[in-house]
């Protein structure tokens, strides 16, 4: 590849006004995510993560071995202004593992707001759902139960031991 498509490309890939840019602006769904100095939430944001369906803005802030943003206080404040607005348009933003994301971002002044979508937690979902039973009505699903019900099964909720309400 000549020198010149990795100029441009990397200009896009880093561009913080861009990023600020599709925050705000962008209706259709983002990613969002993180890069830091390590996995609790106690480590440092050393980079922001956005992508929409047309580019992917990484913006460093706090590299060890440099080549961050020059003001990565200021920028920071602008992208917890641009995460506000796109919560109050009521803009979606997904994430993986966003529980992280959003406590270590919020060590950083950035707030993101609803809607917001974990795939993690999606996965998880589409792995159990397969099994699940789609119910008509509650009474069928009791019917359905008592047919499987084992013999054995104890007298819950009045067995004290199997009962989520019995006082120990």
């Known amino acids: 590849m000549p020198a010149s498509f990795f100029g441009e490309f990397m200009k896009q890939l880093i561009d913080p006004q861009l990023m600020l840019y599709i925050v705000k602006c962008c209706n259709n769904t983002i990613a969002f995510d993180t890069e830091t100095t390590g996995i609790t939430v106690k480590d440092q944001v050393c ?3 956005i992508t929409n369906d047309e580019f992917s803005v990484y913006v460093p802030v706090r590299h060890e071995a440099g080549g961050n943003i020059p003001d990565a206080t200021g920028f920071e404040f602008e992208l917890a202004q641009a995460f506000k607005e ?3 348009l009521g ?3 997904v994430g993986h593992n966003l529980g992280f994301d ?3 971002s ?3 002044g950035v707030v993101l707001r609803s809607p917001l979508e974990d795939t993690m937690i999606m996965r998880r979902s589409s792995a159990i759902l397969p099994r699940v039973t789609v119910w008509t009505s509650a009474a069928s699903a009791v019917q359905s139960r008592l047919r499987r019900a084992p013999q054995s099964m104890p007298n819950w909720p009045a067995d004290s031991a199997a009962s989520p309400t019995a006082s120990r």
């Open 47 to 49: 980079g922001w993560v």
């Open 86 to 88: 796109r919560g109050r």
């Open 91 to 93: 803009y979606r933003t």
């Open 102 to 104: 959003l406590r270590i």
């Open 106 to 108: 919020l060590r950083h």
